[in-house]
Nanobody
Framework: QVQLVESGGGLVQAGGSLRLSCAAS????????MGWFRHAPGKEREFVAA????????YYADSVKGRFTISRDNAKNTVYLQMNSLKPEDTAVYSC????????????WGQGTQVTVSS
């Protein structure tokens, strides 16, 4: 099992920044890719960004490219999502997830952290 705990959410004005953290514990060696997803009320869950534990591969949704940056600290088993130039439409519950292969089969999920961007 892998446990994921997110932190860093909150209320911010449009144009502001937040950094989310996702601390992984347990059998983290069984995971290959870490992703961030978000779920806004009345909308489908949306992929935001992903990063592999090994190598430099990162992936972003078009809606966040150039504003969000995903990174990791392997020593701490932690993944970060730096969010800049936030917009009201970025408001959502952000969750991190761990994939058990490179085909993006996300098996483990955190409980989520609320991000609210005011206009």
């Amino acid at each position: 099992q892998v446990q994921l705990v997110e932190s860093g959410g909150g209320l911010v004005q449009a144009g502001g920044s937040l950094r989310l953290s996702c601390a992984a514990s347990g059998r983290t060696f069984s995971t290959y890719v870490m992703g961030w997803f978000r779920h806004a009320p009345g909308k489908e869950r949306e992929f935001v960004a992903a990063i592999r534990w090994i190598g430099d591969n990162t992936y972003y949704a078009d809606s966040v490219k150039g504003r969000f940056t995903i990174s990791r600290d392997n020593a701490k088993n932690t993944v970060y999502l730096q969010m800049n130039s936030l917009k009201p439409e970025d408001t959502a519950v952000y969750s991190c997830a761990a994939a058990i292969d490179y085909a993006n089969n996300y098996k483990y999920w955190g409980q989520g952290t609320q991000v609210t961007v005011s206009s």
